[in-house]
Nanobody
Framework: QVQLVESGGGLVQAGDSLRLSCAAS????????MGWFRQAPGKEREFVAA????????YYADSVKGRFTISRDNAKNTVYLQMNSLKPEDTAVYYCAAERGMIITATPRAYDYWGQGTQVTVSS
C-alpha cells in the first residue's frame, strides 16, 4: 500500500513557475514508476509526465514538453514536478500516481495508487 500526498499548488500568473511535490509513504517507493496527471473542469484526466523508478527515464505529454520537468528523490520518497512558463491552459487539479509495473505509461488505469490532488490556477 502506498499513500500519496501532493503539495505546492496555488494561484500564479502566466509565465510564472511552480514546483509540485508528492510525498509517498511506504518502503517500496523506489520500485514504483511515478506519474503526474491533471484534470481541468469538465475534462478527462490527462497525462502530464512520468518517471522510471531510477529516475533515468522520463516521459512527457507534448503539451508540457520543454516547460515541465519531473524528478524524484528516492531517499526522501518524493517526486517533483517543476512547472515553468505556465499558461492559463495548465489550470487544473494535479495528481500524482504510482505504478507497480516497470513500464512508463501515460494510461491512467495502469496506475495503482493516486493522491488527492493539488489545485494549480494560472491567470492570464
Amino acid at each position: 500500500q502506498v499513500q500519496l500526498v501532493e503539495s505546492g499548488g496555488g494561484l500564479v500568473q502566466a509565465g510564472d513557475s511552480l514546483r509540485l511535490s508528492c510525498a509517498a509513504s511506504g518502503r517500496t517507493f523506489s520500485s514504483y514508476v511515478m506519474g503526474w496527471f491533471r484534470q481541468a473542469p469538465g475534462k478527462e484526466r490527462e497525462f502530464v509526465a512520468a518517471i522510471s523508478w531510477s529516475g533515468e527515464r522520463t516521459y512527457y505529454a507534448d503539451s508540457v514538453k520543454g516547460r515541465f520537468t519531473i524528478s524524484r528523490d528516492n531517499a526522501k520518497n518524493t517526486v517533483y514536478l517543476q512547472m515553468n512558463s505556465l499558461k492559463p491552459e495548465d489550470t487544473a487539479v494535479y495528481y500524482c500516481a504510482a505504478e507497480r509495473g516497470m513500464i512508463i505509461t501515460a494510461t491512467p488505469r495502469a496506475y495503482d495508487y493516486w493522491g488527492q490532488g493539488t489545485q494549480v490556477t494560472v491567470s492570464s
